[in-house]
Protein backbone atom coordinates (compact mmCIF):
# COMPACT_ATOMS: atom_id res chain seq x y z
CA UNK A 1 0.00 0.00 0.00
CA UNK A 2 2.73 2.81 0.80
CA UNK A 3 4.08 2.00 -2.69
CA UNK A 4 0.56 2.69 -4.23
CA UNK A 5 0.57 5.47 -2.31
CA UNK A 6 4.06 6.83 -3.63
CA UNK A 7 2.88 6.31 -6.67
CA UNK A 8 -0.92 7.79 -6.56
CA UNK A 9 1.67 11.14 -5.39
CA UNK A 10 4.10 10.71 -8.38
CA UNK A 11 1.58 11.02 -10.61
CA UNK A 12 -0.78 13.82 -9.21
CA UNK A 13 3.06 16.04 -9.08
CA UNK A 14 3.36 15.19 -12.60
CA UNK A 15 -0.02 16.02 -13.39
CA UNK A 16 0.51 19.33 -11.90
CA UNK A 17 3.59 19.46 -14.20
CA UNK A 18 2.12 19.25 -16.94
CA UNK A 19 -0.49 21.31 -16.17
CA UNK A 20 2.20 24.55 -15.70
CA UNK A 21 3.85 23.04 -18.75
CA UNK A 22 0.60 23.84 -20.82
CA UNK A 23 0.18 27.00 -19.23
CA UNK A 24 3.54 28.13 -20.32
CA UNK A 25 3.08 27.12 -23.53
CA UNK A 26 -0.16 28.73 -24.05
CA UNK A 27 1.68 32.10 -22.57
CA UNK A 28 4.36 31.37 -24.61
CA UNK A 29 2.10 31.24 -28.11
CA UNK A 30 0.28 34.66 -26.71
CA UNK A 31 3.42 36.39 -26.17
CA UNK A 32 4.76 35.45 -29.89
CA UNK A 33 1.38 36.41 -31.75
CA UNK A 34 1.75 40.17 -29.60
CA UNK A 35 5.63 40.52 -30.26
CA UNK A 36 4.69 39.09 -34.32
CA UNK A 37 2.03 42.13 -34.64
CA UNK A 38 4.61 44.64 -33.15
CA UNK A 39 7.37 43.32 -35.39
CA UNK A 40 5.30 43.55 -38.67
CA UNK A 41 4.23 47.05 -37.81
CA UNK A 42 7.93 48.48 -37.06
CA UNK A 43 9.09 46.85 -40.33
CA UNK A 44 6.73 48.86 -42.38
CA UNK A 45 7.33 52.20 -40.30
CA UNK A 46 11.02 51.20 -40.74
CA UNK A 47 10.56 51.09 -44.51
CA UNK A 48 9.17 54.70 -44.47
CA UNK A 49 11.73 56.07 -42.71
CA UNK A 50 14.31 54.19 -44.68
CA UNK A 51 13.03 55.88 -47.76
CA UNK A 52 12.86 59.40 -46.11
CA UNK A 53 16.46 59.46 -45.59
CA UNK A 54 17.17 57.64 -48.85
CA UNK A 55 15.61 60.99 -50.14
CA UNK A 56 17.32 63.47 -47.57
CA UNK A 57 21.03 62.05 -47.92
CA UNK A 58 20.50 61.20 -51.63
CA UNK A 59 23.54 63.66 -52.68
CA UNK A 60 25.50 62.24 -50.14
CA UNK A 61 28.66 60.88 -51.70
CA UNK A 62 29.92 58.81 -48.68
CA UNK A 63 28.94 54.91 -48.53
CA UNK A 64 27.69 55.46 -45.11
CA UNK A 65 25.85 58.39 -42.83
CA UNK A 66 26.24 60.41 -39.97
CA UNK A 67 30.04 58.86 -39.86
CA UNK A 68 31.45 58.32 -36.25
CA UNK A 69 35.05 59.20 -35.79
CA UNK A 70 36.55 57.03 -32.96
CA UNK A 71 37.55 53.85 -32.66
CA UNK A 72 35.37 52.32 -30.04
CA UNK A 73 32.05 50.23 -30.54
CA UNK A 74 29.20 49.55 -28.74
CA UNK A 75 28.00 46.13 -28.63
CA UNK A 76 24.02 45.41 -27.54
CA UNK A 77 23.30 41.79 -27.07
CA UNK A 78 19.98 40.83 -26.36
CA UNK A 79 19.24 37.61 -24.98
CA UNK A 80 16.17 36.72 -22.11
CA UNK A 81 15.92 37.64 -18.23
CA UNK A 82 14.19 34.18 -17.47
CA UNK A 83 15.41 30.25 -18.12
CA UNK A 84 13.56 27.37 -19.46
CA UNK A 85 14.04 28.80 -23.05
CA UNK A 86 16.20 25.64 -24.61
CA UNK A 87 19.99 26.92 -25.84
CA UNK A 88 18.62 30.19 -27.06
CA UNK A 89 20.80 31.93 -24.31
CA UNK A 90 23.42 29.84 -25.15
CA UNK A 91 23.43 30.38 -29.01
CA UNK A 92 23.71 34.34 -28.38
CA UNK A 93 26.05 34.72 -25.89
CA UNK A 94 28.33 31.87 -28.01
CA UNK A 95 27.35 34.06 -31.38
CA UNK A 96 28.36 37.33 -29.58
CA UNK A 97 31.50 36.34 -28.02
CA UNK A 98 32.61 35.05 -31.58
CA UNK A 99 32.24 38.16 -33.04
CA UNK A 100 33.70 40.76 -29.68
CA UNK A 101 37.29 41.19 -29.29
CA UNK A 102 38.38 41.26 -25.85
CA UNK A 103 39.98 44.77 -25.33
CA UNK A 104 39.04 48.01 -24.11
CA UNK A 105 37.87 49.20 -27.57
CA UNK A 106 34.38 47.78 -27.18
CA UNK A 107 31.94 48.54 -25.14
CA UNK A 108 29.25 45.94 -24.39
CA UNK A 109 25.52 46.49 -22.96
CA UNK A 110 23.40 43.33 -22.43
CA UNK A 111 19.71 43.04 -22.35
CA UNK A 112 18.60 39.77 -20.48
CA UNK A 113 20.28 38.37 -17.54
CA UNK A 114 20.46 35.47 -18.41
CA UNK A 115 23.25 36.59 -21.42
CA UNK A 116 24.92 38.69 -18.84
CA UNK A 117 25.47 35.99 -16.79
CA UNK A 118 26.75 34.04 -19.47
CA UNK A 119 29.81 36.95 -21.09
CA UNK A 120 30.43 38.94 -17.51
CA UNK A 121 33.35 36.76 -16.90
CA UNK A 122 34.70 37.13 -20.28
CA UNK A 123 33.86 40.74 -20.68
CA UNK A 124 34.10 44.17 -18.45
CA UNK A 125 29.92 44.88 -19.69
CA UNK A 126 28.99 48.48 -19.20
CA UNK A 127 25.60 48.32 -17.84
CA UNK A 128 22.79 45.50 -18.23
CA UNK A 129 18.54 45.87 -19.31
CA UNK A 130 15.98 43.81 -18.11
CA UNK A 131 13.43 42.10 -20.90
CA UNK A 132 9.93 43.52 -21.20
CA UNK A 133 7.63 40.82 -21.29
CA UNK A 134 4.88 42.79 -22.66
CA UNK A 135 4.69 44.85 -25.93
CA UNK A 136 3.90 48.03 -24.26
CA UNK A 137 7.18 47.41 -21.74
CA UNK A 138 9.71 47.99 -25.02
CA UNK A 139 9.12 51.89 -25.22
CA UNK A 140 10.62 52.61 -21.64
CA UNK A 141 13.71 50.30 -21.85
CA UNK A 142 14.38 51.37 -25.66
CA UNK A 143 14.79 54.77 -24.16
CA UNK A 144 16.86 53.42 -21.35
CA UNK A 145 19.01 52.22 -23.93
CA UNK A 146 18.99 55.19 -26.11
CA UNK A 147 19.79 57.21 -23.04
CA UNK A 148 23.03 54.64 -22.19
CA UNK A 149 24.19 54.79 -25.86
CA UNK A 150 24.31 59.14 -25.80
CA UNK A 151 26.15 58.58 -22.48
CA UNK A 152 29.15 56.60 -24.03
CA UNK A 153 29.17 58.69 -27.23
CA UNK A 154 29.83 61.54 -24.62
CA UNK A 155 32.32 59.50 -23.13
CA UNK A 156 34.14 58.77 -25.84
CA UNK A 157 33.53 59.32 -29.24
CA UNK A 158 32.06 55.98 -31.08
CA UNK A 159 32.61 54.30 -34.37
CA UNK A 160 30.19 51.78 -34.86
CA UNK A 161 27.18 50.57 -32.92
CA UNK A 162 26.36 47.25 -33.70
CA UNK A 163 22.96 44.87 -32.92
CA UNK A 164 23.22 41.26 -32.26
CA UNK A 165 19.43 39.42 -31.74
CA UNK A 166 17.80 35.66 -32.58
CA UNK A 167 15.61 36.36 -35.36
CA UNK A 168 12.58 33.95 -35.86
CA UNK A 169 12.34 32.46 -39.44
CA UNK A 170 9.85 30.07 -40.66
CA UNK A 171 8.69 26.60 -38.98
CA UNK A 172 9.84 27.99 -35.79
CA UNK A 173 13.22 28.04 -37.00
CA UNK A 174 15.73 30.86 -35.11
CA UNK A 175 18.74 32.66 -36.74
CA UNK A 176 20.75 34.73 -35.27
CA UNK A 177 21.56 38.08 -36.69
CA UNK A 178 24.21 41.13 -36.90
CA UNK A 179 22.84 44.61 -37.80
CA UNK A 180 24.82 48.36 -37.68
CA UNK A 181 22.64 50.42 -36.07
CA UNK A 182 25.22 53.49 -36.65
CA UNK A 183 26.99 54.42 -39.30
CA UNK A 184 23.84 54.52 -41.40
CA UNK A 185 24.32 52.23 -44.87
CA UNK A 186 23.25 54.95 -47.36
CA UNK A 187 23.85 51.87 -49.83
CA UNK A 188 21.28 49.94 -48.25
CA UNK A 189 18.85 53.25 -48.01
CA UNK A 190 19.47 53.62 -51.86
CA UNK A 191 17.93 50.40 -52.44
CA UNK A 192 14.46 51.57 -50.75
CA UNK A 193 14.62 54.87 -53.22
CA UNK A 194 15.67 53.11 -56.27
CA UNK A 195 11.84 51.21 -56.16
CA UNK A 196 10.19 55.15 -55.52
CA UNK A 197 6.36 54.36 -56.88
CA UNK A 198 6.14 57.97 -59.05
CA UNK A 199 8.47 59.94 -61.35
CA UNK A 200 8.24 62.85 -59.42
CA UNK A 201 11.05 64.02 -57.82
CA UNK A 202 11.12 63.51 -53.87
CA UNK A 203 11.64 67.02 -52.38
CA UNK A 204 11.60 68.09 -48.54
CA UNK A 205 10.81 71.18 -46.81
CA UNK A 206 12.43 71.55 -43.44
CA UNK A 207 15.50 72.92 -42.83
CA UNK A 208 18.02 69.60 -43.57
CA UNK A 209 19.96 69.63 -40.40
CA UNK A 210 17.20 69.41 -38.77
CA UNK A 211 14.89 66.50 -40.74
CA UNK A 212 18.02 64.71 -40.60
CA UNK A 213 18.15 64.64 -36.78
CA UNK A 214 14.71 64.14 -35.66
CA UNK A 215 14.80 61.11 -38.70
CA UNK A 216 17.56 59.81 -37.20
CA UNK A 217 16.05 59.80 -33.88
CA UNK A 218 13.18 57.76 -34.93
CA UNK A 219 15.64 55.74 -37.01
CA UNK A 220 17.38 54.38 -33.93
CA UNK A 221 14.77 54.18 -31.55
CA UNK A 222 12.95 51.99 -34.43
CA UNK A 223 16.04 49.52 -35.30
CA UNK A 224 16.08 48.77 -31.27
CA UNK A 225 12.37 48.38 -30.85
CA UNK A 226 12.63 46.08 -34.00
CA UNK A 227 15.25 43.98 -32.35
CA UNK A 228 13.74 43.72 -28.70
CA UNK A 229 10.89 42.10 -30.71
CA UNK A 230 12.18 39.82 -33.15
CA UNK A 231 14.14 38.74 -29.80
CA UNK A 232 10.99 38.20 -27.72
CA UNK A 233 9.44 36.10 -30.64
CA UNK A 234 12.86 34.11 -30.51
CA UNK A 235 12.85 33.97 -26.79
CA UNK A 236 9.10 32.44 -26.94
CA UNK A 237 9.45 30.14 -29.46
CA UNK A 238 12.45 28.52 -28.17
CA UNK A 239 10.64 28.24 -25.04
CA UNK A 240 8.08 26.71 -26.82
CA UNK A 241 10.47 24.13 -28.17
CA UNK A 242 11.77 23.46 -25.05
CA UNK A 243 8.32 23.33 -23.44
CA UNK A 244 7.11 20.60 -26.33
CA UNK A 245 10.42 18.53 -25.08
CA UNK A 246 9.31 18.34 -21.58
CA UNK A 247 6.02 18.44 -22.12
CA UNK A 248 7.13 14.68 -24.20
CA UNK A 249 9.14 13.75 -21.42
CA UNK A 250 6.32 14.10 -18.70
CA UNK A 251 3.64 11.81 -20.91
CA UNK A 252 6.04 9.22 -21.21
CA UNK A 253 6.82 9.29 -17.12
CA UNK A 254 3.28 9.96 -16.56
CA UNK A 255 2.36 6.82 -18.73
CA UNK A 256 5.29 4.93 -16.83
CA UNK A 257 3.49 5.97 -13.30
CA UNK A 258 0.23 4.80 -14.42
CA UNK A 259 1.37 1.73 -15.68
CA UNK A 260 3.37 1.09 -12.36
CA UNK A 261 0.09 1.78 -10.57
CA UNK A 262 -2.42 -0.30 -12.81
CA UNK A 263 0.57 -3.01 -12.45
CA UNK A 264 0.74 -2.75 -8.34
CA UNK A 265 -2.96 -2.51 -7.90
CA UNK A 266 -3.27 -5.59 -9.79
CA UNK A 267 -1.34 -7.23 -7.81
CA UNK A 268 -2.66 -5.71 -4.48
CA UNK A 269 -6.21 -6.92 -5.28
CA UNK A 270 -4.33 -10.16 -6.12
CA UNK A 271 -3.07 -10.82 -3.01
CA UNK A 272 -6.08 -9.47 -0.89
CA UNK A 273 -7.94 -11.78 -2.67
CA UNK A 274 -5.89 -14.63 -2.42
CA UNK A 275 -6.00 -13.44 1.33
CA UNK A 276 -9.44 -13.89 1.60
CA UNK A 277 -9.88 -17.37 -0.07
CA UNK A 278 -6.83 -18.71 1.73
CA UNK A 279 -8.83 -17.14 4.85
CA UNK A 280 -11.79 -19.29 3.60
CA UNK A 281 -9.92 -21.95 3.13
CA UNK A 282 -8.75 -22.23 6.55
CA UNK A 283 -12.18 -21.14 7.80
CA UNK A 284 -13.84 -24.40 5.96
CA UNK A 285 -11.43 -26.73 6.66
CA UNK A 286 -11.46 -26.25 10.57
CA UNK A 287 -15.12 -26.49 9.93
CA UNK A 288 -14.59 -29.67 8.92
CA UNK A 289 -12.68 -30.61 11.67
CA UNK A 290 -14.53 -29.38 14.57
CA UNK A 291 -16.26 -32.72 16.53
CA UNK A 292 -19.93 -33.58 15.65
CA UNK A 293 -22.04 -33.23 18.73
Known amino acids: MTNLKSLKKSIASTESLQSIVTTMKAHA ?61 ERMSFFAAQQIPKDTHNDILVVGQQVYDRLVTDYAIKDSFSVPQTEDGIVPIV ?24 KPLENAVLQEEIELLFPLNLEELAKNHDGWETNRISIYLMDKETLLS ?17 SLVSENTSRINSMNSAEKNIEERL ?12 TSITEEINDLLSGFRSLKKSKKNLPEE
Open 29 to 89: STQIHQFERAAQASVSYRRVLDTALAVLLADEEKKTANNGNGDRTIHIIFGSDHGLTGNFN
Open 143 to 166: QRLLFKIDQLRDEAPVGKIVLYYC
Open 214 to 230: NLLQQYFFLTLYRAFCY
Open 255 to 266: NEFNFLYRMKRQ
